[in-house]
């Protein structure tokens, strides 16, 4: 028996999408990509939130057996929304992955988590041989932190001793990320906390000085990883 429900029908992306045309040739290009039997990593992002749409339509057009394995809540109930099954990691690998960045260097090393996904994108980063990430120039920058600072998920009760141990790293500014529809902090995925932080170099070996903090989650940071740019 089905939901007589219209709030996942309803739901719509929750900002205004910028470079739209741009992005939708890009959101074409990854449903290009999709075949039948397909494992789909799903990243978040508005870029992501199209391409979904695209892939959606190709399955109904070509009867496609196809599964996806979500990094959010909101992009599993817009997966849901277009009718396309869902999975997890305890049933299934990812045959490749496609989501978004906030910045991408000359090197494809990657900030993201403004949307407080961070962990869960890395996991499945790190689970797929084939990673898409895809972006309009804008994401596009000389060096990592130049727009955003690095998103650092941290278990609220190592809150402060993060916060010590990130000084030591010498961290120019760091900022507990306040929440915009509810009182307090943005609360991630996984129901930890955000810092927001900026460093004046980020070096090669940052992410893994972060990681090693006891009470990080995950970082932002992606440094070294297996991904192949689309920019729109």
Same mark, same amino acid.
């Given at each position: 028996?089905?939901?007589q429900s ?17 992005k939708q040739?890009?959101?074409n290009?990854?449903?290009e990509? #999709?075949k039948?039997?397909?494992i789909?990593g =799903?990243?978040?992002?508005?870029? =992501? ?8 339509k190709?399955?109904k057009?070509?009867?496609l ?5 979500p990094t959010?809540?909101?992009i599993?109930?817009?997966?849901s929304n277009?009718g396309?099954p869902?999975?997890t990691?305890?049933d299934?690998r ?15 090393n ?7 996904a961070m ?9 797929s041989?084939?990673n898409?990430i895809?972006i309009?120039?804008s994401k596009? #920058? ?11 998920e941290?278990?609220p009760?190592a809150l402060l001793h993060?916060e ?10 760091l900022?507990?990320?306040p ?6 902090? =943005?609360i991630?995925?996984?129901?930890n906390l ?5 460093f004046?170099q980020v070096?090669d070996d ?7 903090i006891?009470?990080?989650?995950e970082?932002?940071l992606f440094?070294?990883y297996?991904v192949?740019?689309l =920019?729109?």
């Open positions: 028996m089905n939901w219209n709030l996942i029908k309803n739901l719509s992306w929750s900002d205004t999408i910028i470079n739209k045309e741009g040739k890009v959101a290009k990854i449903a990509k #999709v039948d039997g397909d789909l =799903v990243g978040s992002g508005s870029t =992501v939130y199209m391409a979904l749409f695209a892939i959606a190709k399955i057009a070509e009867q057996n196809i599964k996806a394995i959010s809540v909101e599993a109930m817009a997966c277009l396309i869902l999975t990691l305890f299934n990812p045959d490749w992955l496609f989501d978004g960045a906030d910045e991408v260097d000359p090197n494809h990657l900030i993201k988590g403004r949307g407080g962990f869960k994108e890395k996991l499945l980063i790190s689970s041989p084939l898409y895809i309009d120039d596009l #920058v000389n060096k990592l932190g130049t727009n955003f600072p690095i998103p650092i941290v278990f009760e993060v010590e141990e990130l000084t030591k790293l010498g961290v120019e500014s900022l507990l990320r929440a915009k529809g509810k009182d307090g902090p =943005v991630t995925e996984s129901g955000i810092l927001d932080a900026q004046t070096t940052l992410e893994i000085k972060i990681k090693s006891t009470g990080v989650i970082s932002g440094i070294n297996n192949e740019i =920019v729109a």
